[in-house]
């Protein structure tokens, strides 16, 4: 069951997708952040990534290539990973930058001074 959602199988996609398609997505969200471009751009990478980690799958693993859920499932953990690592970059580049103006408000954010 698990098997046919994923397209491959779990071992495979904890290693292909998680770990090294996953670095790239956390790559992508940091470097989308560091350059001060829109949110959706790193969405729109990641699809496209998304992709890429199918045609591995399918490649060096066997796995279908055509998989609709196996392609949705990857391409929105990608997509996580690449948000998360975004918004990280984007509270810590305002803070950094504009010191004057904000604060750190945890991980994700950040506040106005005063």
């Known amino acids: ?26 790559m992508i969200g940091q470097a989308m952040a560091n350059t001060w471009k829109p949110f959706w751009h790193a969405m729109v990478y990641c699809a496209l990534l998304g992709f890429g980690d199918r045609f591995l799958h399918m490649a060096l693993f066997d796995g279908r290539l055509l998989s609709l859920s196996g ?17 990280i970059t984007q509270a810590r580049r305002m803070v950094s930058q504009y010191p004057w103006l904000y604060d750190r408000a945890g991980l994700f954010g950040w506040q106005e001074k005063g």
């Open 71 to 87: 392609y949705l499932i990857d391409t929105a953990v990608l997509m996580a990973i690449s948000a998360f690592a975004f918004r």
């Open 1 to 26: 069951m698990m098997e046919e959602a994923l397209g491959s199988t779990l071992p495979v996609f904890i290693g292909m997708t998680l770990i090294i398609m996953g670095f790239a997505a956390y």
